[in-house]
């Protein structure tokens, strides 16, 4: 801002103080060319990037009012569009008892939802920052090559469970398993006790269920997507990496499994997980949510609404996804199965448990059977494809008592020949002791 220096002529009062801009300052040079016939209107029309007809006005106002005949009409006065005093305080009154720690996009939306008042993102921010309630600042982030999205919904699928307090105080700390497509950005979640073998199935299941078989899958190197494991010799000879379980029941169902190196490398489920550690719990806080049950029931309604407002569409509108096929038994796939030695008397030992085989085919000769815990619970033992009925041994025979009674350690009396023998040039036993109790 520029300060026009007043007139001479006369006493100096504020009113002949004029405080211009450098763009009114630029405006006022052109105008004033134009008044004295220096250009013309048309051309001042084009240096200063307005239409004839405002040029027209200005030159109007300067002779009328003078040099501050170029400053706008409105400086000073407050816009019409101003909020009202009131809503101000209603707003930030609101926002210290029931949204302290919600940022500004989602405390200008629960504003709208919840108490109906409708107000910018940006406007609340300000305030916010006024108030000194909100202060965001950016951190330097390590530099990474971007990947591009998959082309098609199916294509692949991003992982991850995140252990987090999504109940707060109000329940217990849960796992959120969280899929999301990588072409379209479509999630799908569901909550459990823990991140586990279990969990990662029961969870893979009813997404294949409402989507469909995905292409691949992109997860970390947890120890329920990854084994630990070393090879064994069969492997070793056979070229083969051991699988957990999940990796196995994945392989059956011809799915591709991806083993991320960093956490950046499926970013986009790591950022939706950001973003529901921040909206969800307090989505979920409004509504007073406080078991697992509660928790799932709500996130279906939750999650719809946030694929409609945040998934896109993909480069090619092909869906990859396969549809289950009649002679696929998922149940059966997604199971923990494991390899048991079968005994000569047809058990089989299983998590310290002892299980009778009733039906074993005659002429079987094999020394394992494989055990399958499914999702729902039940046990099933199977051999060569067929699955083997069994019941639990509830009480463990006793071993039968030995005839013969244990012999008891023969200790020679004080005057025992043994106690008293010598060889030359050595102690006996009694010289023994008593040199040990003269040490102590």
């Not at 923990?336 to 058990?347: C, G, P, V």
């Not at 089989?348 to 009778?356: A, E, I, S």
């Not at 059977?369 to 025979?397: A, Q």
Request: aromatic residues 8%; contains cysteine.
């Amino acid at each position: 801002m520029v300060k026009c220096p007043p007139k001479k002529e006369g006493g100096m009062s504020q009113k002949d103080i004029i405080v211009l801009s450098q763009k009114e300052l630029r405006r006022l040079k052109i105008i004033q060319e134009v008044i004295n016939k220096h250009i013309t209107q048309r051309k001042a029309s084009e240096l200063l990037g307005l239409s004839q007809r405002q040029i027209i006005r200005i030159v109007k106002r300067v002779r009328l009012e003078g040099d501050k005949g170029v400053i706008h009409k409105s400086r000073g006065k407050p816009s019409k569009r101003k909020m009202p005093d009131i809503i101000k305080n209603r707003v930030i009154n609101l926002y210290k008892k029931k949204y302290p720690d919600f940022g500004p996009t989602l405390a200008s939306e629960k504003l709208l939802e919840l108490n109906k008042i409708n107000l910018s993102r940006e406007t609340l921010r300000k305030w916010l920052i006024e108030k000194g309630f909100w202060l965001r600042k950016r951190k330097s982030r390590k530099h990474r090559y971007w990947r591009q999205r998959c082309e098609c919904f199916g294509q692949m699928v991003q992982l991850d469970g995140s252990h987090h307090k999504w109940l707060e105080e109000r329940g217990p700390e849960l796992v959120l398993m969280t899929y999301v497509d990588d072409a379209t950005n479509k999630v799908f979640a569901r909550f459990y006790d823990y991140e586990g073998t279990l969990p990662a199935m029961d969870s893979f299941k009813r997404y294949i269920e409402k989507y469909g078989i995905p292409q691949s899958i992109y997860v970390d190197k947890h120890t329920t997507y990854r084994s630990t494991k070393k090879q064994s010799i069969e492997e070793q000879l056979e070229n083969k990496q051991p699988q957990s379980q999940f990796e196995r029941a994945l392989n059956e169902l011809d799915v591709n499994v991806i083993h991320a190196n960093s956490p950046q490398a499926k970013g986009r489920v790591e950022r939706i997980l950001r973003t529901f550690q921040d909206r969800l719990i307090k989505e979920m806080r409004l509504r007073n949510i406080n078991t697992k049950e509660q928790a799932n029931k709500f996130l279906e309604e939750y999650l719809a609404k946030f694929n409609e407002r945040f998934s896109i569409e993909p480069s090619n509108p092909t869906n990859l996804h396969r549809p289950i096929s009649k002679d696929i038994d998922l149940d059966k796939i997604l199971s923990i199965r494991t390899k048991r030695a079968l005994r000569n008397d047809l058990t089989v030992r299983h998590n310290k448990k002892l299980y009778q085989i009733l039906d074993m085919p005659e002429g079987a000769r094999t020394k394992y059977v494989f055990v399958e815990e499914r999702l729902n619970g039940k046990l099933y033992i199977n051999y060569n494809g067929f699955t083997l009925k069994y019941k639990l041994i509830d009480t463990k025979p006793l071993k039968p008592k030995s005839p013969y009674k244990p012999r008891k350690t023969y200790i020679p009396p004080p005057d025992h020949p043994w106690r008293k023998f010598k060889l030359p040039g050595s102690l006996n036993f009694e010289e023994k002791e008593e040199l040990e109790v003269c040490a102590l």
